[in-house]
């Protein structure tokens, strides 16, 4: 499958099966994060890979967006790493975070796994209940498993605008 084939195939999966996901294809998931590009490599990641029963109850007292996946990656940055760019001060740990997040996204789709990309959630609640310390920031959950039978993607999944829309050559 081509590059443009596992992006177009990829959607927001909002039902899961039960079964787990396999260490060996979760490692493979965090890999790609691993290697993804991130601000002066400064790589301020920091992933807090959910599988247990107890952290996934943790998890939804967090948000009411986890679909059944039994597995999900608090994607998170350390603002002690982060670059901040020296004009205005721009703090880039979101940036790198959606980076990182996007590279174990595509890495999931490609093993067979689906996912979807959720930012509702108590931020406050994440840092209670995982015990992040004061320079940990959630920035945003990737929930990850095997698709339910028959989940399609939301209609909203094709609705594209036009590249002329979206694209300005200067």
Not at 28 to 37: F, H, S
Not at 49 to 64: F, M, N, R, W
Not at 84 to 100: C, F, L, S
Request: glycine content about 6%.
């Amino acid at each position: 499958m081509s590059f443009y084939e596992l992006a177009e195939a990829r959607f927001s999966a909002r039902q899961y099966k039960s079964t787990p996901v396999e260490k060996e294809k979760l490692e493979k998931i965090l890999q790609a994060g691993r290697v993804a590009p991130t601000a002066k490599n400064n790589q301020p990641q920091v992933i807090y890979a959910v599988t247990s029963e107890e952290g996934l109850q943790k998890l939804d007292k967090c948000t009411p967006c986890r679909f059944g996946a039994p597995c999900a990656l608090i994607v998170c940055y350390d603002t002690e790493k982060s670059w901040k760019r020296p004009h205005d001060g721009k703090e880039h740990g979101d940036i790198d975070a959606a980076i990182v997040q996007t590279h174990m996204m595509l890495q999931a789709e490609e093993l067979g796994l689906g996912t979807v990309w959720v930012c509702f959630f108590d931020p406050a609640a994440v840092v209670k209940e995982f015990e992040l310390p004061a320079n940990i920031v959630p920035s945003s959950m990737l929930m990850v498993g095997y698709k339910a039978d028959g989940v399609q993607p939301n209609p909203r999944h094709f609705e594209r605008a036009p590249l002329e829309e979206t694209v300005r050559f200067v």
